[in-house]
């Protein structure tokens, strides 16, 4: 018997948090259905707290962008780059807990080929629906080149800190940059791989 694809899973609200629901969805033409998918998969990466494994809850806080463009542009090139390096340590934390408390697998970060590395990070940090870093954002592999171009409402100094936030994950796969178009909302990097390695 084929495993089914997709299951219902039927759950109760109160009539005001329906009505809430339903007018969010007029609003923004979205169905109940896709609403609450979305919501599940929000509180997942975001929301989750579990007190047996408090390694995977990181503190957070929520602050707007502007708040975070005033903070960076206070920050030298040194600042920076230690600030990506904490940023790059945090998430591979975040990995490795969300693999084990969601779906039981214990993962090395380090060990994820660069194609699903950039995928994790383009879902759950850079796009609308992760952590909201880009407005929009693309990569492409093409051979031993790697391409990454992104545009977003901060300042130069955030796209700075993007390219050390990367060179940190991807100098464990031994690529290095060879080219960097740094502006105030947007990044342009290229990565080449070095010989005998593969991605």
Not at 36 to 48: D, E, G
Request: net charge positive; with cysteine.
């Amino acid at each position: 018997m084929a495993e089914k694809k997709e299951i219902i899973v039927s759950t109760r609200v109160s009539f005001r948090t329906f009505q809430y629901l339903k007018k969010y969805c007029q609003n923004y033409d979205l169905s109940n259905s896709k609403l609450v998918r979305k919501a599940i998969r929000y509180y997942l990466k975001f929301a989750h707290r579990d007190d047996k494994n408090i390694s995977y809850v990181l503190p957070k806080i929520i602050i707007n962008k502007e708040d975070f463009k005033f903070m960076i542009n206070c920050l030298d090139e040194i600042e920076i780059k230690e600030f990506a390096k904490k940023s790059y340590e945090n998430t591979l934390q975040g990995i490795q807990g969300y693999f084990l408390t969601i779906y039981g697998e214990k993962v090395n970060p380090l060990e994820i080929k660069p194609r699903a590395l950039l995928n994790i990070l383009k879902n759950n940090i850079f796009q609308y629906d992760g952590q909201n870093w880009f407005n929009s954002v693309k990569y492409l592999f093409n051979k031993d080149l790697l391409i990454f171009g992104g545009n977003h409402g901060f300042n130069e100094k955030f796209s700075l800190y993007v390219k050390y936030y990367l060179l940190n994950f991807l100098k464990s796969h031994s690529y290095h940059l060879i080219h960097e178009n740094l502006g105030e909302n947007k990044i342009l990097l290229t990565f080449k791989l070095k010989k005998n390695e593969t991605a």
